[in-house]
């Protein structure tokens, strides 16, 4: 990882379309405020990846391409941190349900390692009920060696 | 571009040249039906190589799984080839890498066919 002294913080927030097509869009906005933030390829694709894992999360499982709901997303920049955070406007689900795929009953699902995938890539990564019953998840990547 | 596959005959083992990005949507898609197009053919040994693979995400692994188990439960065997770094770290933070046989050369794997 590069520690970049110049770089300019940045912060974006969108609300998008509930498509795959935005799951592209948030990857891409992100990945370059990552380069600008001094990431190195490592690193952004690994960020690259939890986004678009997140990303899908909301528009598949929270809005169901829903056209009437929207997906949250802003993405942020500092001298220490990247922050991105992807809402959507879903019904929720219970956080301690989610399997573990790593698990043997697990391993050959074809499905369910989006989540773990992102806790891989990511320094940090929270997820909260929204008060309109949607899911906000936060995740973080440290800019500079900690 | 999503996804592009290529398909040739070594012998009796089908190779398929993958190409671009398995993702959720049309890449993923893609694979599931080329996969089972082979499987209704009884094409039992399959080689897929991912050397050209510029992306892949959970659905993508997903696709791999499902054609694994699939092809063989159907009595055949699925092997991977040229696995980029990125790939290849998915699948063995993911715990599959240790599930697919993988190669780094095609003529040793389709000699591990037999």
């Known amino acids: 990882m590069q520690e970049n002294a110049s770089h300019k913080p940045e912060e974006v927030e969108q609300f998008l379309e509930s498509t795959l097509e935005s799951v592209d869009a948030a990857e891409e906005l992100a990945v370059g405020m990552a380069q600008r933030a001094g990431l190195d390829e490592d690193e952004l694709m690994k960020v690259g990846m939890a986004i678009r894992e997140s990303m899908v999360n909301a528009v598949v499982h929270g809005n169901r391409y829903n056209a009437n709901k929207k997906v949250r997303f802003s993405v942020s920049t500092d001298t220490e941190r990247l922050v991105v955070q992807v809402g959507d406007e879903g019904e929720g689900f219970d956080f301690n349900s989610i399997p573990d795929p790593l698990a043997p009953e697990n391993l050959m699902r074809t499905s369910g390692r989006g989540i773990f995938l992102i806790r891989s890539f990511m320094d940090d990564f929270q997820m909260r009920h929204l008060e309109n019953g949607g899911t906000e998840v936060t995740l973080v990547k440290n800019l500079v060696s900690k | ?114």
């Open chain 2, 1 to 114: 571009m999503s996804v592009k596959l290529t398909t040739r005959q070594v012998g009796d083992v089908t190779v398929v040249d993958v190409a671009g990005r398995i993702t959720l949507g049309e890449g993923s898609a893609t694979v599931r039906d080329a996969m089972r197009d082979m499987v209704s053919k009884s094409q039992k040994k399959i080689l897929l190589n991912l050397g050209e693979v510029s992306y892949i995400d959970s659905s993508g692994i997903g696709e791999l799984v499902s054609g694994f188990t699939t092809v063989t439960n159907s009595g055949g065997a699925l092997k991977l080839l040229n696995l980029n770094k990125r790939v290849k770290d998915l699948l063995q933070i993911t715990k599959l890498y240790t599930v697919f046989d993988v190669h780094d050369d095609e003529a040793s794997a389709i000699r591990s066919f037999n």
